[in-house]
């Protein structure tokens, strides 16, 4: 009997045990999932503060510019009413009508997606009959100047096209393009590509050979073969899980084709070894997202743009940081000259600044009266390396010639407006743009869902194309064909083939 009681025990204290350990482990859940809401908690808190202090930086920004600027207002007025001419119906100074510039890192992306809807090999052919940029003696393209605060707007995406001459529009599946009637047509364009995409295609890369383009969305970048549209090769990290939400904002192929570099919100500029598919250095250090990646020449160098502020210069051989170039806004662009010795950053803060590689210093800051007046949002030096085309968020570009002594000593050229002329024709967000190789025409791409070819002697926009039915977030150009790419919020990339007009509206058919 005794044995019996003593056997019943044991069970009686499993069955605790057991509650005891489902106690145990539903308070640990409890723990977890509460540590995990404080965790949210806190990250909003921190973002929510750092909106504050954007604003905070914005609107003390708008306080110096209309101190800054004040003076001057005054001056004329009082110089008109002297002339005896009537300024009380001029009022105040206008502000400019437009959306305000981002206020976070999350917001300076919120500003390409906002607003966002789903859409619809050899020599240059023909570059004799492009306009041509006059060189001088040394053969250097020379830009001549106009009257940069008179920009000439064009109205192609006014013009309808049921009213346009058939030399004057050309349409595909899902695309169409309309070319100036003010000026002579020599542009034909085709589709070649269309690369649908699982997200948002936040950027596009050609490798230098042409034969593959690069592209960046969610989690992911892919490699596609130039000639067939076929996706070859996806890199993905698989410290990423499919709930992860981290946007590939920009990606760029090394010099010698064999590594891409990438950046994104995880703040890691990371190198992939693109046949072996891993990744083969991380460089650790920015604050916030990765908006803007660029290789130098040599391959060397690797230049991260990023909304904390920063430009950062890698040694991509010994994993070094060689520079931090700090600026006064979040940056959302990058450029490397063709020589590989100076930097540009494009930023909110409204001006491009440019730093010389090998000292670190600030060599010159663009802006000035005839500047952008709003958050500039990319940056490219022209293949001459002597002038640099911005966008931004006043709907602009902006064409600025670099000083001759570049270089020879640190600063800024004060109040000297390098600006040689502002393009104007795009309705919204001049979010990308870029050269083509030969200097002879600039690509932009906007959040109003289009792209033009402008001349950049002359700031005249010769053709508009419509092919995404979201804004257009990356343009690039193939160095070695005329074939150009785009990345769009329509979860889509296509790649595209530009060529001299011949009348012929098969035109590029017809050569092959």
Same mark, same amino acid.
């Given at each position: 009997?005794?044995?019996?009681?003593?056997?019943?025990?044991?069970?009686?204290?499993?069955?605790?045990?057991?509650?005891?350990?489902?106690?145990?482990?539903?308070?640990?859940?409890?723990?977890?999932?509460?540590? #995990?809401?404080?965790?949210?908690?806190?990250?909003?808190?921190?973002?929510?503060?750092?909106?504050?202090?954007?604003?905070?930086?914005?609107?003390?920004?708008?306080?110096?510019?209309?101190?800054?600027?004040?003076?001057?207002?005054?001056?004329?007025?009082?110089?008109?009413?002297?002339?005896?001419?009537?300024?009380?119906?001029?009022?105040?100074?206008?502000?400019?009508? %437009?959306?305000?510039?981002?206020?976070?890192?999350?917001?300076?992306?919120?500003?390409?997606?906002?607003?966002?809807?789903?859409?619809?090999?050899?020599?240059?052919?023909?570059?004799? #009959?492009?306009?041509?940029?006059?060189?001088?003696?040394?053969?250097?393209?020379?830009?001549?100047?106009?009257?940069?605060?008179?920009?000439?707007?064009?109205?192609?995406?006014?013009?309808?096209?049921?009213?346009?001459?058939?030399?004057?529009?050309?349409?595909?599946?899902?695309?169409?393009?309309?070319?100036?009637?003010?000026?002579?047509?020599?542009?034909?364009?085709?589709?070649?590509?269309?690369?649908?995409?699982?997200?948002?295609?936040?950027?596009?890369?050609?490798?230098?050979?042409?034969?593959?383009?690069?592209?960046?969305?969610?989690?992911?970048?892919?490699?596609?073969?130039?000639?067939?549209?076929?996706?070859?090769?996806?890199?993905?990290?698989?410290?990423?899980?499919?709930?992860?939400?981290?946007?590939?904002?920009?990606?760029?192929?090394?010099?010698?084709?064999?590594?891409?570099?990438?950046?994104?919100?995880?703040?890691?500029?990371?190198?992939?070894?693109?046949?072996?598919?891993?990744?083969?250095?991380?460089?650790?250090? %920015?604050?916030?997202?990765?908006?803007?990646?660029?290789?130098?020449?040599?391959?060397?160098?690797?230049?991260?743009?990023?909304?904390?502020?920063?430009?950062?210069?890698?040694?991509?051989?010994?994993?070094?940081?060689?520079?931090?170039?700090?600026?006064?806004?979040?940056?959302?662009?990058?450029?490397?000259?063709?020589?590989?010795?100076?930097?540009?950053?494009?930023?909110?803060?409204?001006?491009?600044?440019?730093?010389?590689?090998?000292?670190?210093?600030?060599?010159?800051?663009?802006?000035?009266?005839?500047? *952008?007046?709003?958050?500039?949002?990319?940056?490219?030096?022209?293949?001459?390396?002597? *002038?640099?085309?911005?966008?931004?968020?006043?709907?602009?570009?902006?064409?600025?010639?670099?000083?001759?002594?570049?270089?020879?000593?640190?600063?800024?050229?004060?109040?000297?407006?390098?600006?040689?002329?502002?393009?104007?024709?795009?309705?919204?967000?001049?979010?990308?743009?870029?050269?083509?190789?030969?200097?002879?025409?600039?690509?932009?791409?906007?959040?109003?869902?289009?792209?033009?070819?402008?001349?950049?002697?002359?700031?005249?926009?010769?053709?508009?194309?419509?092919?995404?039915?979201?804004?257009?977030?990356?343009?690039?150009?193939?160095?070695?064909?005329?074939?150009?790419?785009?990345?769009?919020?329509?979860?889509?990339?296509?790649?595209?083939?530009?060529?001299?007009?011949?009348?012929?509206?098969?035109?590029?058919?017809?050569?092959?």
């Amino acid at each position: 009997m005794d044995n019996t009681h003593h056997g019943t025990v044991p069970a009686s204290s499993s069955r605790s045990a057991v509650l005891l350990d489902q106690i145990r482990q539903e308070f640990q859940n409890q723990t977890r999932a509460s540590a #995990e809401v404080e965790y949210k908690l806190t990250g909003q808190l921190h973002e929510m503060d750092m909106m504050r202090q954007m604003i905070s930086e914005l609107e003390a920004m708008q306080l110096k510019m209309k101190e800054k600027y004040e003076p001057t207002f005054l001056a004329l007025r009082h110089q008109l009413e002297s002339c005896g001419v009537p300024v009380s119906s001029l009022g105040a100074v206008a502000s400019v009508p %437009h959306q305000a510039a981002p206020s976070s890192s999350q917001g300076l992306w919120g500003g390409y997606q906002n607003g966002y809807g789903p859409p619809p090999p050899t020599d240059l052919p023909g570059t004799a #009959e492009r306009p041509s940029i006059p060189a001088d003696s040394a053969g250097v393209q020379q830009i001549k100047p106009l009257p940069p605060h008179e920009p000439q707007p064009n109205m192609l995406a006014d013009l309808n096209r049921v009213n346009l001459s058939a030399s004057q529009k050309k349409e595909g599946s899902g695309w169409y393009a309309v070319f100036s009637p003010e000026v002579q047509r020599v542009l034909d364009v085709e589709l070649v590509h269309h690369l649908a995409h699982d997200s948002v295609a936040c950027a596009v890369s050609f490798s230098p050979d042409g034969k593959y383009l690069a592209t960046s969305c969610n989690r992911q970048s892919r490699i596609w073969d130039v000639t067939t549209g076929e996706n070859i090769i996806t890199l993905r990290d698989d410290s990423l899980t499919k709930k992860d939400d981290v946007y590939i904002r920009s990606v760029c192929f090394s010099p010698d084709g064999k590594y891409l570099a990438t950046g994104s919100e995880e703040r890691n500029v990371k190198i992939w070894d693109i046949s072996a598919g891993i990744i083969t250095q991380t460089f650790s250090g %920015h604050e916030q997202d990765i908006y803007s990646l660029a290789f130098a020449g040599n391959g060397r160098y690797v230049a991260s743009g990023s909304g904390d502020k920063t430009v950062r210069l890698w040694d991509v051989l010994s994993g070094e940081l060689v520079h931090i170039f700090n600026i006064e806004g979040g940056v959302t662009a990058v450029s490397v000259s063709p020589d590989g010795r100076y930097v540009a950053a494009a930023s909110l803060d409204m001006n491009v600044q440019i730093w010389d590689t090998t000292t670190g210093i600030m060599v010159e800051r663009l802006e000035g009266p005839n500047g *952008h007046n709003n958050s500039v949002y990319c940056v490219a030096f022209a293949p001459s390396g002597r *002038h640099i085309v911005s966008g931004s968020l006043d709907d602009t570009m902006k064409l600025w010639e670099l000083t001759a002594s570049r270089g020879a000593y640190p600063g800024v050229r004060d109040e000297d407006d390098s600006c040689v002329r502002t393009m104007k024709g795009h309705k919204d967000f001049v979010l990308t743009a870029c050269w083509t190789p030969d200097g002879n025409w600039i690509i932009s791409g906007s959040k109003d869902h289009g792209l033009q070819f402008w001349d950049p002697h002359t700031g005249t926009a010769h053709m508009l194309l419509q092919g995404h039915r979201n804004s257009v977030l990356s343009v690039t150009v193939s160095s070695t064909d005329t074939l150009f790419a785009t990345g769009s919020g329509d979860k889509s990339a296509k790649i595209w083939r530009y060529s001299a007009y011949t009348g012929n509206q098969h035109s590029w058919d017809a050569l092959l």
